[in-house]
């Protein structure tokens, strides 16, 4: 029995089932310059007919270290007019070279990410005098139905 056979024995209501399970999504960004004195913001489209709950915010591949003469960097995950609708990471602080970090999230896991969202993931840059930090950012998001 080949592969195809196998599946077409599964009752359909099981595939349904499957269909309706909940999966995790982890967008992984290209590395992000935290310390260039301007917030960044990447889109992502939610897929078609499910919700979702961002789950972590992580940083990694950090190549510059972080420092936060003024203000530190956050990591916003939202929708355009408000950016921080469904999490926001608590600060990432000094992070070192070649750390990686999954801050707590200080929003999220109750905000609702509706179907066919467009999400925008921004980071706050570094303030003050001489900020520096770059790092690869992946935000994983929930869905279900």
Known sequence: ?????????????????LEDAPFDVTYVLPAKDFGAGSNWTEVIESPPGFRGVVRAISLYDTTEVFNEPTTPAYVYVGIS?????FALSASLGALAANAADS????????????????????????????????????????YFK
């Open 1 to 17: 029995m080949n592969l195809t056979d196998l599946v077409d024995t599964i009752p359909s209501v099981h595939l349904r089932d």
């Open 81 to 85: 007019g408000d950016t921080d609708a």
């Open 103 to 142: 801050p707590a999230l200080t929003k999220g896991a109750t905000y609702i990410i509706q179907p066919n969202t467009t999400i925008h993931v921004t980071g706050v840059a570094v303030t003050g005098t001489s900020p520096t930090g770059i790092a690869t950012v992946a935000v994983t998001i929930q």
